[in-house]
């Protein structure tokens, strides 16, 4: 079945950076759309990045452009998030998601938490 393993969250200082990463397993990994979204405490859902199939187009919500990267491993069925100059609102959980021919899937989160 389809899974998604989220990794690289933890507690960083304002300006700081992480990088987070999601295995994937149980699909054709090299032929879907990647994307990370967050939920803030009290917050809506929010989607951050998105990562074409062959990693040669991307796109950001406007808060993270410039900030964050989303790449990708097909070799590694991996894609990653660098977080840099983060600040204390990109403080969420963190998803990885897939849309495939059979359904939506999320896996279960890693934790960012942006404090001095």
């Known amino acids: 079945q389809v899974q998604l393993v989220e990794s690289g969250g933890g507690l960083v200082q304002p300006g700081g950076s992480l990088r987070l990463s999601c295995l994937a397993s149980g699909f054709t990994f090299s032929k879907n759309v990647m994307r990370w979204y967050r939920q803030g405490p009290g917050k809506e859902r929010e989607l951050v990045a998105t990562?074409?199939?062959?990693?040669?187009?991307?796109t950001y919500t406007v808060s993270v452009e410039g900030r964050f990267t989303i790449s990708r491993d097909n070799t590694q069925r991996t894609v990653y998030l660098q977080m840099n100059s983060l600040k204390p609102e990109d403080t969420a959980v963190y998803h990885c998601?897939?849309?495939?021919?059979?359904?939506?899937?999320w896996g279960q989160g890693t934790q960012v938490t942006v404090s001095s």
């Open positions: 990562i074409s199939s062959t990693g040669d187009t991307t």
């Open positions: 998601y897939v849309r495939t021919r059979w359904g939506e899937y």
